[in-house]
C-alpha cells in the first residue's frame, strides 16, 4: 500500500502545473451565471482546450490527452490550486459526455465530443420538471414519434446554465403506456433555439440567473440525437446520474485547495478561539478524508474493478461502497451516494468556516472591494448551499446508501 | 504505488477475523473487567501466534518487522527500510533509528481487534515495542522485544505527558512510563480506578522506580510512539464501529414495529446512512496515516505532516465509532442500554477509545499544524 505517484504522472502533474502557471488569468473572471462572465468563462474553455487540457481523460481523437483516471485527479488537484476558473462546460464534460462514450453511436461522439471540448457548443441538463425531482421517473415531457425524428413537448425546470447555453440533453416519455413509470423514457439532445423552445432564467439565491425553465412546444429533434434506443432512457441516464453524483462533478481538488486556503484565513485570524480552530481542522480532515477516498477508488478501478470498457467509463458508476473496506454491496452506484453526501456537507462546512472566520467581512458578496478575497467565500458559500439539493437530495441518497449499501428494506420514503 | 491492501493483507486480515470470531472474546472481556485475565491472555497467545505483535518487532528479536513478513515491500519504495541480501536493515539505517513498523498491517489488525474488542494492552504493548525501536538500545531491546514478539509479555505503557493513567498496570507484565526526557520501568501503580469501560482498567503507575534510558533521544521516541498508539487507537477504534454498526443492522432488520421491521423507516435509515458515511471517509484516513508513519521521516511529507495525519485518523475514526455507537444505542432502545447484551463491550470501548492517546481537540491542534 503506497501514497506516491508513479514517476511518469508526476512529470504530468509538472507539466499541467506549468501550463496552469502561465495561463491562469491573473484577475479572476466574472461569475460565470452572468452573460458577462459565461462569454468569459466560454473563452477560457478555448485557451484549455487550444492546448488539450480541457477534457484530459479523453481520447486525443476528441481534443483530449488519453489521460488515466490517476492522472485526471492529479490535473484536478492543480487546477484547483491554481485558483483557475470554474469550467461553464462541465455539465457536458462530466455529464453528457460520460453517458456517450458508454450508449452514444461512433457518429454522436464525433459530432458532439469536439464542439463540447472547445467550448464552442455549451450544454444544459434538462432532467427535472415540476413534478418531478427527486421522483425522476415520474416525468411527464414526451417525445411523439413524427418522420425523422421525436418531437417534444412539456415543461422542464431547475436547468443549470440553461440561460446561456447552447444546447441540452434531457429525459422525454416517449411510451406513456409503458407498464413501469421508468419505463417508456428516450434520452435525447436539443437544441435550446430550435423552433417551440422558451427558455426563462430563474434567478437563484443571489439573483443571478444559475437556471433555467424551458418551455417545450413540439420541438423537432432527428433521430441522430436520441442516444440509445428509444425506450431505454432511464439506463442511459442512470450512468450519467451516477457520474454527476461522483467523482466527476466534484474532484477532490477542489476541496483539498478550498482547504488549503482556510487555513491560511485561520492564520490570519484570532487563533485564540478554538471553537472555530476545531471546525477548520475538522474542514481539514473532511477534504483529505474525501481525497484519500477517491484515491483508493481510482486504484480499485485501475486494478480492474468491473467498468464498461468506454473511455469515459473510468469515471463513474463504479461498485461498491468505496474506501479500502471492499464491497459490501456489489455496487449499483451506492458509493456515488456516498460521495454526493459527504463532499456537498463538506463544501458547506468549508464555507460556513471562513465566513465565520472572516467576521464581519464574511457578509461581502460578488466583488465586494472591502472583502479580503472580494466576496469569493461568500459566493462559494452561496452556490455550496445547492450542494444538498441537486444531483439527487441527500435525503434520497441516504436511502440509497442504506438500501443498496446495507442491505436494508425498501419502505415509504 | 496503489493505496489499496494487497490479496496478502487481506488474507491476514480475514484470519484474524475468523480466529477472534471462534474464540468467545465478549466472555474475555467480561472476566478481564472483573480482574480475571485468564482468558484474556488466552486470546492474546493466539493473537501472537497469528504473528500480530512480530510486526512491531525486528526479526533479530524474534519479530517480523522490517522484512520478515512477506506482504511488506521489498524494494524499499514505501520507505522501508532499504533491505541488504541477508534481510538485515543496513547498519547506517538501524543506527539512524528510523527502523520503520509495519503499520499498514499492524493498523489492520488493530481494525479487526476493534471489531471483536479484543481486551488488554494491546496498543500499549505495540507502542512500547516502538519506542524501544526508537531508542534501539541494545540491552533494552533484548530484554523486552522478544517477549513481546511472542505473546507472553503484555506491557503497560503511560505517557505523562499523554495522561496520569496506566491502562491494565495491574495486569501486564511490565509498566513503562514516560516522564518528561526519562523512561521509567515502575514496580508498582496506585489503586485500580472504576472506568466508563470496566475491560480498561486505569491506575496510576509509580513513578520512582527504575531508570531504563534518559535525555532528548527519549523524548523523541516517546513521540514517535505515541504517534503509533494513537494511530492503532484510530484504527481499533474504526473496528469498534464497524461492528456498531453490523449489529446495528441485524437488529433493526428483526426488529417489527407497526408490523414492519424498523430498518424500512427512513428516520432509521438515514442514522446508518450517517454512521456508515463516516466510518467509510475516517477508514481511508487510518491508513494513508499507517502509509506516512511507516516511512518516518525518509518521506518527503514530513514529521510534523505525519503526526497531522495521525491526529486526522485519530479524530475521524474516534469520532465515527462514537457516533456508531450513539446509532447502535438510540436505534436498539432500551435493549442497548443494558449492560448484559454484549452491545454495551463496544457502545464503552468508543467513548473510552475517544479520548485516549489523544483528544479530539488535542489532535485538532495538531491537524493544523502539519497542515500545509
Not at chain 1, 356 to 377: I, K, T, V, Y
Not at chain 1, 386 to 404: K, S, V
Not at chain 2, 218 to 225: D, G, L, S, W
Amino acid at each position: 500500500m503506497d501514497l506516491e505517484h508513479a514517476p511518469e504522472d508526476e512529470e504530468f502533474r509538472h507539466t499541467a502545473r506549468a501550463w496552469l502557471t502561465t495561463h491562469v488569468p491573473v484577475t479572476p473572471l466574472p461569475s460565470l451565471e452572468t452573460e458577462e462572465g459565461f462569454a468569459a468563462h466560454r473563452k477560457w474553455e478555448r485557451t484549455l482546450a487550444a492546448d488539450r487540457w480541457s477534457v484530459v481523460s479523453w481520447p486525443e481523437e476528441y481534443g483530449g490527452r488519453g489521460a488515466s483516471l490517476a492522472r485526471w485527479l492529479i490535473f484536478e488537484e492543480e487546477y484547483y490550486a491554481a485558483n483557475a476558473p470554474g469550467r461553464v462546460s462541465q455539465n457536458g464534460i462530466s455529464l453528457l459526455a460520460p453517458t456517450l462514450f458508454e450508449h452514444g453511436s461512433p457518429a454522436q461522439l464525433a459530432r458532439v465530443l469536439p464542439p463540447m471540448a472547445s467550448g464552442e457548443v455549451v450544454w444544459a441538463q434538462a432532467w427535472s420538471e415540476p413534478e418531478a425531482g427527486s421522483d425522476l421517473a415520474s416525468l411527464r415531457s414526451r417525445a411523439v414519434r413524427t418522420e425523422g425524428g421525436w418531437l417534444l413537448s412539456g415543461h422542464k425546470t431547475w436547468s443549470s446554465r440553461a440561460a446561456f447555453a447552447d444546447r441540452a440533453f434531457g429525459l422525454f416519455r416517449s411510451d406513456p403506456n409503458a407498464d413501469r413509470p421508468h419505463r417508456g423514457l428516450t434520452y435525447v439532445m436539443f437544441d435550446l433555439r430550435a423552433p417551440g423552445v422558451t427558455v426563462r432564467p430563474i434567478a437563484r439565491l443571489d439573483g443571478k440567473p444559475a437556471f433555467a425553465e424551458l418551455f417545450l412546444d413540439e420541438v423537432f429533434v432527428p433521430d441522430e440525437d436520441v442516444i440509445g434506443e428509444p425506450g431505454q432512457g432511464w439506463r442511459v441516464a442512470m450512468s450519467t446520474a451516477g457520474n454527476e453524483r461522483g467523482l466527476t462533478l466534484r474532484s477532490p481538488g477542489r476541496f483539498t485547495a478550498a482547504a488549503e486556503r482556510l487555513v491560511a484565513l485561520w492564520r490570519r485570524a484570532d487563533p485564540s478561539d478554538t471553537a472555530l480552530r476545531d471546525r477548520v481542522a475538522d474542514a481539514v480532515i473532511g477534504a483529505r478524508a474525501y481525497h484519500l477516498f477517491t484515491r483508493a477508488h481510482a486504484d480499485r478501478l485501475a486494478a480492474g474493478a468491473s467498468l464498461g470498457d468506454g473511455p469515459g467509463a473510468g469515471l463513474g458508476a463504479h461498485p461498491g461502497a468505496g474506501g479500502l473496506g471492499g464491497d459490501p454491496s456489489g455496487g449499483l452506484g451506492g458509493d456515488s451516494s456516498l460521495n454526493k453526501v459527504f463532499w456537498s456537507e463538506l463544501d458547506i462546512a468549508l464555507h460556513e468556516t471562513a465566513l465565520d472566520l472572516l467576521g464581519a467581512e464574511g457578509e461581502l458578496a460578488g466583488h465586494a472591494n472591502d472583502s479580503p478575497d472580494q466576496g469569493g467565500w461568500a459566493d462559494g458559500w452561496l452556490f455550496s448551499l445547492a450542494g444538498p439539493i441537486y444531483a439527487g437530495t441527500n435525503e434520497i441518497q441516504r436511502d440509497i446508501i442504506a438500501e443498496r449499501l446495507l442491505g436494508l428494506p425498501k419502505g415509504r420514503r | 504505488m496503489t493505496f489499496l491492501l494487497d490479496d496478502e493483507q487481506h488474507e491476514f486480515g480475514r484470519t484474524l477475523d475468523r480466529m477472534l470470531s471462534a474464540a468467545d472474546v465478549a466472555g474475555a472481556v467480561r472476566a478481564w473487567g472483573a480482574d480475571d485475565t485468564g482468558p484474556g491472555r488466552k486470546v492474546w497467545q493466539r493473537l501472537a501466534d497469528a504473528g500480530v505483535f512480530a510486526l512491531a518487532v525486528p526479526e533479530e528479536y524474534g519479530g517480523a518487522a522490517p522484512d520478515g513478513h512477506k506482504g511488506a515491500p521489498q524494494d524499499g519504495r514505501c520507505g522501508e527500510a532499504p533491505v541488504g541480501n541477508d534481510g538485515a536493515a543496513p547498519e547506517g539505517y538501524r543506527a539512524s533509528g528510523l527502523l520503520p513498523l509495519l503499520t499498514v498491517e499492524m493498523s489492520l489488525a488493530f481494525v479487526v481487534l476493534g471489531c471483536h474488542a479484543m481486551p488488554g494492552p494491546v496498543v500499549e504493548t505495540v507502542a512500547a515495542a516502538a519506542l524501544l525501536r526508537r531508542l534501539d538500545d541494545p540491552a533494552l531491546n533484548r530484554r523486552w522485544l522478544p517477549g513481546i514478539a511472542t505473546g507472553g509479555h503484555l506491557v503497560s505503557y503511560t505517557d505523562q505527558a499523554h495522561g496520569p493513567y496506566a491502562l491494565d498496570a495491574a495486569a501486564a507484565d511490565t509498566r513503562f512510563v514516560i516522564m518528561d526526557d526519562r523512561l521509567l520501568c515502575a514496580a508498582g501503580h496506585g489503586p485500580v480506578q472504576p472506568s466508563l469501560d470496566p475491560a480498561r482498567r486505569l491506575a496510576r503507575p509509580a513513578l520512582d522506580d527504575e531508570v531504563l534510558a534518559s535525555g532528548p533521544e527519549v523524548r523523541a521516541a516517546a513521540a514517535h510512539a505515541a504517534d503509533v498508539a494513537a494511530l492503532l487507537t484510530a484504527a481499533q477504534a474504526l473496528g469498534v464501529g464497524r461492528r456498531l454498526l453490523a449489529d446495528t443492522i441485524t437488529y433493526v432488520q428483526q426488529r417489527k414495529q407497526f408490523g414492519v421491521a424498523i430498518g424500512s423507516f427512513q428516520a432509521v435509515k438515514h442514522r446508518l446512512a450517517d454512521a456508515l458515511l463516516a466510518l467509510e471517509f475516517a477508514q481511508p484516513l487510518v491508513f494513508a496515516a499507517a502509509v506516512a508513519l511507516a516511512g518516518g521521516e525518509r518521506r518527503a511529507h514530513g514529521e510534523r505532516r505525519t503526526r497531522g495525519d495521525v491526529a486526522a485518523a485519530k479524530v475521524a475514526a474516534g469520532e465515527a465509532a462514537y457516533g456508531a455507537a450513539r446509532t447502535a444505542l438510540q436505534l436498539h432502545g432500551a435493549v442497548g442500554y443494558t449492560e448484559e447484551l454484549d452491545l454495551s463491550l463496544w457502545i464503552r470501548k468508543a467513548r473510552a477509545l475517544r479520548s485516549a492517546w489523544g483528544t479530539p481537540s488535542a489532535c485538532r491542534a495538531r491537524v493544523l499544524a502539519g497542515a500545509p
